[in-house]
Each structure stands twice: as C-alpha cells, then as structure tokens.
C-alpha cells in the first residue's frame, strides 16, 4: 500500500510560477514511478507528468513540456511538480498518483496506476 497527500496548490497569476508536492508514505513507495495528473472542471482527467522510481526518466504532456519539470527525492519520501510560465488553461486539481508495475506504453494513462492521492486545486487567474 501507498499513501500520497498532495499540497502546495493555491492561486496564482498568469506567467507566475508554483510548486506541488505529494508526501509518500508506504514500505515500498520508493520502488513505484510517481506521476502527476490533473483534472480542469467539466473535463477529464488528463497526464501531465511521470517519473521512473529511480527518476532517470521523465515523461510530460505536450501541453506542459518545457514549463512544468517533475522530480522527486526518495529519502524524503516526495514527489514534486514545479510548474513555471502557468497559464490559465493549467487550473485544474492536481493528484499525484503512483506505479508499482512500470510500463512505459501506460505512462500516461490512469490505468497504469494503483494508488492516488486526493488533489489539490491551482488556480491560475488575474
């Protein structure tokens, strides 16, 4: 079992920046690859991001590739979004999300992950 607690959401301007991070805890959480996923209102969930358990390999959406950059440190038991240039269009509740079988054909979809955590919202607004 994995536990994931998201936080570090909040409002924020246009072309500011911000940094979610999602707390682990689980004997075995340091072995999932981690992603992050993000859900805008009347919309489904979609991929944003992903990282291999050992964060050698990095996956992003086309919407966020070269603005948002995923990391995470196992000792700390954290996963980390540090998003930058944020757009309106990013508002959405933010769920991390873990792996403990690593495909990389289902990176980027729901399916290919077992526990997730409960979001947190960004805003992007003026």
């Known amino acids: 079992q994995v536990q994931l607690v998201e936080s570090g959401g909040g409002l924020v301007q246009p072309g500011g920046s911000l940094t979610l991070s999602c707390a682990a805890s689980?004997?075995?959480?340091?072995?999932?690859?981690m992603g992050w996923f993000r859900q805008a209102p009347t919309k489904d969930r979609e991929f944003v991001a992903a990282?291999?358990?050992?964060?050698?390999?990095?996956y992003y959406a086309d919407s966020v590739k070269g603005r948002f950059t995923i990391s995470r440190d196992n000792a700390k038991n954290s996963l980390f979004l540090q998003m930058n240039s944020l757009k309106p269009e990013d508002t959405a509740v933010y769920y991390c999300?873990?792996?403990?079988?690593?495909?990389?054909?289902?990176?980027?979809?729901?399916?290919?992950?077992?526990?997730w955590g409960q979001g947190t919202q960004v805003t992007v607004s003026a």
């Open positions: 990282i291999t358990w050992n964060g050698k390999e990095t």
């Open positions: 999300a873990a792996d403990p079988n690593f495909y990389p054909a289902l990176v980027a979809t729901m399916g290919g992950y077992d526990y």
């Open positions: 689980g004997p075995t959480w340091s072995r999932n690859a």
